[in-house]
């Protein structure tokens, strides 16, 4: 379409402030922003749509206008509700660079505007992204019962025989095709989400292609609106890598069975008109989940400073029906904190870890985005804490109740985080006890940050530790200074390791097999697949090269515990 065409749509509330005679250039797409370098997400061709939330002072425009000319957009259209008008300075950078400049009304939705320039493009180019844009339309006029990005999804797989899936950036499946045959494998999720974070980190542009066995896949991003910087820290760290961290772990993707490589513009333009669709759907979402994060916000207000239970526990009352319809009884409870930090960067990443947590701790099982309405995350600072309500707590043998278990929480997650931390960022848990009432639930608040703290302490990317953990030696071991521990660690270790690369001895596992075995030689034995002579004179020079007695328990303790920390 051409720009011409949208000031003869009244609807659309547009006014030209400049470029009349640049009125002749097509439209290829829609993108809104309020990234002060959006540049990276740009293909050329679209009118950007921006609320101007990135001016901050007149000096801003200048460059914004240039970067959107150097990626080759259509137009510019601002919107009049965040100044009450376009500012002058914005209307100069325009003129400068012949770039057209529409104002929009304040009563008018940017979602109109891209809604009705998707479905002029499309309709222009093919009948089937038209047919999508109307299906979308009234499945989100009529609710949930209308289908979800499902819908979108099933009308690429009819009109243009492309298999397509929506995942998380953990790699949980959020939409797919009804008939597309089996459902991804979660091992292939979590890669492809791991491989669209890293290209996302290191600035590539999508799509993003990936090749696993035979099979080859594009990912484009599918990114929620209204993403920009604040913060204390905001001078320190470069615009771009600010706005990729505040997103990269919160940003949908759509997995595209095919390869788009050699892929013609027009072919190309209509997937991204497609994300948008699917935009709308993660828009809608979010805003489904003011109330749950306003009420986690309240509970968590009042367990900080110290209200009286009977307070916390109405609150609860009135939590537990918004986050399980239909429950009888009370829920228990559980404290999940979780920490985003990258280096480099003390701006606030609260709601960064807000995101991410509410993604972490949707059952990694379930489809769709509305599993995320049993969710309620609050934050504070740079730490978000989610207050989870389990229908049951059962208990095991052992006397230990289940609920969400650090360890798992992370499995499935793991991976693709990784990628997107990309080396130079870190997301740490912590999980507390169930708790029944809430006089328990400011120490189960308190068991989730020291837990989180202890998972801190360990190397990786990705940790989590959980309340059993703070009962044990495994609490301690983490606040071990490291020279401490590499001295204590040396002394013990070092001896068997260099045995072992001299002589090729086995010491080290030996020790490990033995301690494992409670020093019970047949077990042992029976375990390396050793002769038990043979054990015994391994385990002799275990003692002869360390000066140690592993019949002492003292000695065994020192040994277990150089292997936990080495």
Known sequence: MRLRALLDTDA???KLLGGEDELDRSVRGVMTTDLRDP??????????????????????????????????VAALAAGEAELGS?????????????????AVNESVAFATI????????SGERAGDLAAVVDRHRRMMTSGPAGGGPDVVLDLLGTDLDLRAWVLSPTGRPVAGPKDAGPVLPSEVCAKLAAEHLAATRAGRRA??????????YSLFPVRASGHRSTGAGAARVPQAARDVRETVLSDWLLVVEADAGDWAEERLDLLYGVTQLIAVERDRRDAARTVRRRLAQEVLELVQTGAAPAEIAAR?????????????????????????EWENDDSETGPVAQTLLEEILVDPLATGPEHSDRIAVAHTGDEAVALVPLPAVSTEHDGSETGILADVLLEAVREPLSAGLDGDGRVTLGVSAAVHSAEGLRGALEEAR????????????????????????????????????????????????????????EL???????????????????????HVNTLRYRVGRIEQLTGRDLSRLEDKLDFFLALRMS
């Open 207 to 216: 799509p993003h292609r990936v090749s696993l066995g035979p099979t080859a």
């Open 39 to 72: 540049s990276r997400y740009l293909s050329g061709g679209e009118l950007v749509l921006t609320g101007l939330a990135w001016r901050r002072d007149a000096a801003d425009s200048e460059p914004f206008v240039r970067l959107l000319v150097q990626s080759g």
């Open 450 to 505: 020291h837990a989180r703290r202890v998972a801190a302490a360990r190397p990786g990317r990705v940790c989590a530790a959980g309340h059993q953990e703070l009962a044990s030696h495994v609490l301690l071991l983490p606040f071990v200074p490291d020279d401490v521990r590499r001295a204590f660690t040396a002394r013990l270790l070092d001896p068997l390791r260099d045995y072992d690369r001299r002589h090729r001895a």
């Open 86 to 102: 376009v500012p002058e300075d914005l209307v100069a950078a325009c003129a400068r660079h012949r770039l057209p400049l529409f």
């Open 508 to 530: 080290i596992p030996t020790l490990e097999a033995f301690l494992d075995s409670d020093g019970s030689w047949t077990r042992c034995a029976t375990r390396l697949h050793l």
């Open 316 to 340: 609860l009352r009135v939590a537990a029906p918004v986050l399980l319809p239909g429950l009888g009884a009370a829920p228990h409870w559980q404290v999940v904190v979780a920490r985003v």
């Open 12 to 14: 659309l509330g547009l």
């Open 114 to 121: 891209t809604e009705h320039v998707v479905r002029q493009v």
